[in-house]
């Protein structure tokens, strides 16, 4: 069972996240939300993956609600299904999370870079929820190029091998199968950000920073208890390079709406979601191909009633 937002999303909130690829959705988690994310965060920080290894004082952890039962009560249960869904006008089904931490002290920035080119998905229905129980002020937010997540562009991921001065990564991205996942299932055990392969056919990130002025850039004031809402294909960074007294934790789900297919990319750089490999998918075939993986987690009202929702939400009503 979901628990409904403490307000519904607006009209105008849904039409921002279409028009600029992102919206800060103010105060929909209740306190006990909040306080379940700084639990799970605070479980899943407590045991590293070998996935941050290299990122310095930067923690960058994958799958945590797969290992962190508060995490997964996120998923399963608080207001977060709804409120994507309700933004995206479709089902969503989950397809991955991410922790990111950064102790207090000096607070390392997020490079710019897009989501979905990190991954084997593709579609327009691409939605990231971003929750934080810390107070996160403008000079620490999330950044996004308003607009970005329509351009016609990917761009290179910022980690993974370069094939061009590391020969091993050109053998295997010579020798790479395109029906079959560049990062196999082991990749959940030992894998780092350094694994993977960079796609030589993709451009490199724009340098937004040294070219501030020339981008319409988004940030906010964030507050525990809102969600910030980003496109997958968006570029965003979050600003660093100034102390902070606490640390800033954050979770970060991965939301599929209705058009979202597989994609092998040979540039991958987080493996598949671990149940996924067993249906060894195709590219282009539909996520909604694999219920038994990504289930439905929310969905609007007249919804096809022979497609079973995961978790009902227990609420006024589900309209929109
Ligand atoms: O929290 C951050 O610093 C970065 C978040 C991010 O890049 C993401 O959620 O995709």
Redo the contacts with the bound molecule.
């Keep these: 069972m979901i628990s409904a937002p403490q307000r519904a999303v607006t009209d105008d909130e849904v039409e921002a996240f279409h028009r600029d690829g992102a919206v800060l959705v103010k105060g929909v988690l209740a306190p006990e939300w909040v306080e379940l994310a700084a639990q799970g965060l605070d479980a899943a920080i407590a045991e590293p993956d070998a996935m941050s290894a290299d990122l310095g004082p930067l923690r960058v952890d994958q799958f945590p609600a797969a290992r962190c039962s508060p995490l997964r009560r996120l998923i399963d249960e608080s207001p977060v299904a709804e409120i994507v869904g309700t933004t995206l006008r479709s089902p969503v089904r989950f397809y991955m999370d991410?922790l990111?931490y950064?102790p207090a002290g000096l607070v390392p920035p997020?490079d710019w870079?897009q989501?979905t080119c990190y991954y084997n998905v593709d579609g327009t229905d691409l939605i990231?929820a971003?929750v934080s129980p810390d107070p996160v002020p403008r000079h620490l937010s999330?950044e996004v190029v308003r607009g970005s997540h329509r351009w016609n562009a990917t761009y290179s991921p910022l980690a993974g091998r370069d094939p061009d001065r590391d020969d091993d990564a050109r053998r295997l991205l010579e020798q790479a199968d395109p029906d079959r996942p560049m990062l196999g299932p082991d990749a959940h055990d030992g894998w780092t950000y350094w694994s993977g392969v960079k796609d030589p056919s993709l451009p490199p990130v724009p340098d937004i920073e040294a070219h501030r002025d020339s981008f319409d850039i988004l940030g906010w004031e964030y507050e525990p208890g809102d969600v910030l809402l980003f496109h997958g294909h968006i570029l965003?960074?979050?600003l660093g390079g100034v102390e902070s007294a606490g640390p800033?934790r954050?979770h970060?789900s991965l939301w599929a709406g209705a058009d979202v297919v597989y994609r092998h990319r040979p540039g991958q750089v987080i493996p598949d979601p671990v149940d996924l490999y067993q249906h060894r998918p195709r590219t282009g075939q539909p996520l909604v191909d694999f219920p038994d993986v990504f289930p439905v987690q929310w969905a609007p009202t007249g919804h096809d009633p022979s497609v079973p929702i995961a978790q009902r939400s227990e609420r006024r009503n589900n309209s929109r």
């Design positions: 991410q990111f950064k997020t870079h989501d990231r971003w999330l965003h960074s979050a800033r954050a970060a």
